[in-house]
Structures are given as C-alpha cells and as structure tokens.
C-alpha cells in the first residue's frame, strides 16, 4: 500500500496572501525566468505526522462516542449504559479509527448472560475471522455503528483481554448498521433487562421515525 500524506489545510496561503516581486525585472537582469520561490508556490502546505493526524481523529471519534453515550443514556432512567470511551486509529491510515462507547450484559437469542462492547467507526468494513479485527475496510462509507459479543480469554488466563466470542455468530457481530436511528435502537434492546422495556423501546421507536437521527 503507498504510504499516504497529510497535510493541514489551514496553513494553505491564499495567492493574494504572496508577496508580489518584479518578475519582468529578474527577466531583464538575468534573461531567466526563474521558478523558485514563493511567487510559483500557490499553496504552502505544512504536512502532519501520522502520529497529528492520529491525535485529531482520536478527538473526533471520543467526541462522537460521547454525544452518543449521552443521548442513548437519556432514552430511559431504566436503561443506562457505563461511559468507557476509549479509540484506536488504523497504523496505516490514521484518519481512519473507531472509538469503544460502552459495554454491557445481556440475554441474546438463546444465550444469556452475553457480554458485549458497542463501537462507532468512521468507516465500513467487515468483521475478520482471523487475527485482523477489520477486513475490506470501505472508507467512502462515514460511518459504522456495530455491537460485538466478547468473552475471555480461555486458552490463556494470564491474558485478561477480551475476545470476539465467535459461538452467537462467526463474527462475533449482534448488530452492525450505517443508520443512527438503528443503532441507538438496537443498543436500547440489548439494553432493556425486561420484555416490557423492549416493548417500551420500540414503541417509542415506531411513533418517532426522525428519534435520534444523525445531528
């Protein structure tokens, strides 16, 4: 893969913004036309580190993983969520990440007790099978809301990480969605320890068709 570039398009400089100098006079002293200098340099451009450009999309995904922490915790006083916002970037390409909201237990289908985190991406992609967490990662696409069941680490109990628990789904996925309005929903229903808050839920859901669109 070639290695991208970035840089910060705040310290382009506008072609007024150059100092004019007496080209005709260089032409007439020399018999050159010379192409140095700011004069041929529309745009100065100051390139960013992977490690900037990892810093200022973490910020941008904790904020997002926080203002959607907040709206899902207001849905209901029965229905909270713990706040463990944390983010990673891709190593190869920074301005891509996805940020932890929050993680619970709940009963799924036929399994109970089943511990899953909630996530939010600024891309889409596909959940590996193997050792690579994302795979066909589509960048076009802005963002991913998915849920993951995770479980311990079995084989090694030094290990206190947690994995994608494959036993529910090959891919460990509960939900993923490109739709605000679906995600929210569906954290809310794995939310809801009872029949009667899921019902509550996607009543609420039904009557209000624009609830929790993308701001």
């Known amino acids: 893969m070639q290695k991208l570039r970035y840089y910060a ?27 140095d200098g ?15 450009v990892a810093e200022a999309t973490g910020r941008k ?3 997002a993983a926080a203002t959607t922490h907040k709206r899902i915790n207001s849905f209901h006083r029965a229905i909270r969520f713990p706040k463990l ?7 190869e390409r ?10 619970a237990k709940t009963d799924f289908a036929k399994f109970a007790d089943v511990r899953w985190s909630f996530y939010i991406a600024n891309f889409f992609a596909e959940i590996g099978d193997g050792e690579h967490f994302f795979e066909h990662i589509r960048p076009q696409y802005s963002r991913m809301y998915f849920a993951v069941a995770l479980q311990p680490n079995k084989t090694d109990k030094v290990d206190k990480k947690l994995l994608i628990d494959r036993t529910i789904r090959k ?8 739709d605000p309005k679906e995600a929210f929903r569906n954290v809310l229903m794995l939310g809801a320890k ?3 808050l899921r019902k509550t839920v996607a009543k609420v859901f039904e009557a209000n068709p624009t609830l929790m669109a993308a701001e």
Do not use: M
């Open 9 to 35: 398009a705040g310290d382009e400089k506008k072609p007024d913004e150059i100092l004019p100098q007496a080209f005709h006079s260089e032409f007439l002293r020399t018999g050159r036309i010379s192409r």
């Open 94 to 103: 920074p301005h891509l990440g996805y940020c932890h909201v929050t993680a």
């Open 194 to 196: 009872t029949p009667e």
């Open 61 to 63: 995904l904790d904020a």
């Open 171 to 178: 891919n460990g996925l509960l939900f993923r969605t490109q």
């Open 85 to 91: 916002i944390f983010h990673r970037t891709l190593s």
């Open 38 to 52: 700011a004069r041929w340099l529309v745009e100065q451009r100051r390139y960013l580190s992977y490690e900037e």
